[in-house]
Each structure stands twice: as C-alpha cells, then as structure tokens.
C-alpha cells in the first residue's frame, strides 16, 4: 500500500474537529477491531492480504497533540483505505446517511474523465439504485427486471449525489436514513444499501470465478442475493471502456450496521465478464422446471405427432423470473389445445422443462381467460 500524501491545513482543522467516539465507530463499522485499552486511547488492528494495521484513536479531545494523534489516524486509514484523506473525511463527517463511493480510475488529468465515461458512470449509478431498490421490493429474484413502480422511482430521486472530486474520478451517492420502521426493521434506506451491498458483492464473486472460463451459471445461482442483468449492467456501464473502478461502502455512523463495510474493485477483466453476464442473464431460459403465461404465435405443426409453438410472457424458473418469447415443443394433444387458444386470443399457462433456450417435456397446459373481452 501506498502512503498517501500529508493532511492540508484545511483536513487538519477538520479532523481535530472531529470526536473521539465518531472515529471509533467509523473503525468499528469499517473492520477494525479493537485491540487494547490503553491509558488515554485506544488500540485498533485490521487484517489485510498484504499485512495488520494498526491505529491509535485518542480518548480525549483536550489532550494537547490530540491534532497530530487524529493527523496519524487519518493518515493511516487512508493508507489501509487506498483513497484520499479528503474521501475519508467526507465519510467521517456524514454521520446520517449510507454512503457509497464510485472512484473511476481514467488515464489523462487529474480530476477529469471523457464525458461519455462520466455519462455512463452516473447512469451506472442510477441504475445499481434502482434495480436494487426493486429487488428488495419484489417477491422473487429476476434475471430482467421490468417496469419499475413509482415507490422505486421515488426513492432513487431522494438519493444526493456529490460533485466528483479532484485525484481519481468520484462518485458520492448518499443514502439518508431516517427513523427505523414500526415493526422494528431497519430504515428503508439501510436495507437498499445492505440489498446493493449484496448484489455488488455476488457479482464481485460470480465475476471473479467466471475469469478463467465464462459460465453464465456463476451468475444465475447468486440471483437470489440480488444479481439480475440490470445490475450487471450497471456495473460494466460504471466501467465503460473497461476502466476500472472501486464500489467503497460506508454506514451511516448514526445507524451502524451489522454487515463491515468494505471495497471491491472491478479492474478490465471482471468488468468484461459483467458486460458478457447482463447481455446472457437478459435472454437467459435457463435449463430446469419453467412455467411460462403469454400469448400463443408462431405455431408449427411438426411432420410426426405434435408441433410447436411460441409462447411470450413473463415465465418463472428456479432462478427467478423474466419475460420473453420461448419456443414450445408440444404433444398432439396439447399442440391441438395451444392451437385453439391461439384461434380464441386466448393466453395459456405452460409448465415443462427448458432445455437450451426452450421448452420440452410439457406437463401441463391451461388455456386462461379470453383477452379478446377485457
């Protein structure tokens, strides 16, 4: 790890302005472990791949060097952290919002990105928001997520987003908290971050065992901690033009949380891989029981007894559930029972297996009400 450089004057004055007890549970929600008692601070360790930290945190603000104490902390954190003291300070100072941090790492000037890079960035943003706050919502995972309903909307526009600052390219989204639910729960806003923390690290995992062999399977057995196409999507948007990037969470100081803060960066590779993963989760009919309700085209008959048909509508597997056209191979007697639902406008209801991208060994059709009359 590299040191990074001295506080400013200005970090200085802010981090002696800060307390005892906020840099403590700054520690604590971020991995730190208490380590020892001392007389007037306390020991804190962090285990990482390359060695232990260690940091002092000062137990009283009237102690004369409590100034430079609070300057080592901060420059040891930032170390350990990898990212500016300034970032470092933004966080201690947010005591009651989420935060996540987006630091692209483009070539060129300080500070700066190509605008599409930035467009793409903040369109990555907006989308990991969404689509998390719609998975928390929803009954059942998705590999496609549809429409969004208004209470999804309305909470993505209640998140702030920070001027992109100076070293690296940031993107500061905050999450406010307010007041836990009546029936105890956490705030709304809490369980979207915990629910994007999830997704962004099932996909840091499903793309980091997909580096050495693609396998769109890494990707459809974490859909249930919150992986669809929409979120792989916006991960790789975040990394248009395979530059990488960091995701840092960071709890609401007010709100600690049960689940330690932590990064994870997505270098050219991984987001390859994504970029690969949201545009086969988007077609996925993954093998396995299916159950798929539409409306009935292209029908076929075959030359021995059956035919096939295809079938568009949401359909539900074991995975979670899309929507799309899927090609039906039938029996004569429920191919003659599709037809007839096809002359009347009517939907069916087809359970079966889906074997490469389409549906065989059907058990069961049910012919739904007349669409022609509603």
Not at 132 to 153: A, C, I, K, N, Y
Not at 330 to 356: I, K
């Amino acid at each position: 790890m590299t040191p990074h450089a001295p506080a400013s004057a200005d970090e200085l004055r802010a981090g002696a302005a800060l307390a005892p007890e906020t840099l403590r549970q700054y520690l604590s929600a971020t991995g730190w472990s208490q380590e020892q008692q001392l007389e007037r601070a306390t020991l804190w360790t962090r285990r990482e791949e390359d060695g232990d930290f260690q940091v002092l945190v000062p137990g009283d603000r009237t102690l004369r060097d409590y100034a430079s104490r609070v300057s080592d902390f901060l420059a040891t954190v930032a170390t350990v952290e990898e990212r500016p003291i300034r970032l470092l300070l933004d966080d201690l100072e947010v005591s009651g919002a989420d935060t996540l941090s987006f630091r692209l790492l483009p070539g060129g000037p300080p500070g700066t990105i190509p605008l599409f890079n930035a467009v793409d960035a903040l369109a990555g943003v907006r989308e990991l928001v969404v689509s998390s706050t719609f998975s928390l919502l929803s009954d059942q995972p998705m590999l496609v997520q549809g429409r969004r309903p208004e209470r999804v909307l309305d909470f993505a526009r209640s998140v702030r987003v920070g001027t992109p600052r100076a070293g690296s390219w940031i993107i500061a989204a905050q999450l406010a908290l307010h007041a836990a639910e009546s029936d105890g729960d956490p705030p709304f806003a809490r369980r979207v971050s915990l629910q994007m923390h999830r997704a962004v690290r099932a996909c840091y995992a499903a793309s980091g065992e997909a580096l050495p062999e693609f396998n769109i399977e890494l990707f459809l057995r974490r859909t249930g901690e919150g992986v669809s196409s929409n979120v792989c999507d916006a991960l790789a948007k975040l990394g248009r033009d395979d530059i990488a990037y960091d995701v840092r969470f960071n709890w609401a100081r007010r709100f600690p949380g049960a689940v330690p803060a932590r990064s994870f960066r997505f270098d050219a590779r991984r987001i390859e891989v994504l970029r690969t993963a949201a545009e086969q989760l988007k077609v996925a009919v993954p093998d396995g029981e299916v159950t798929i309700e539409g409306t009935v085209s292209k029908l076929r008959r075959d030359s021995g007894e059956g035919g096939q048909a295809t079938v568009r509508g949401p359909f539900s597997t074991v995975y979670g559930s899309s929507e799309r056209a899927v090609r039906v191979l039938l029996p004569d007697h429920l191919y003659r029972d599709v037809v007839d639902a096809h002359g009347r406008r009517q939907q069916v209801r087809v359970t079966g297996t889906a074997v490469r991208g389409h549906i065989e060994r059907v058990t069961h059709v049910e012919v739904l009400a007349d669409t022609s009359q509603t």
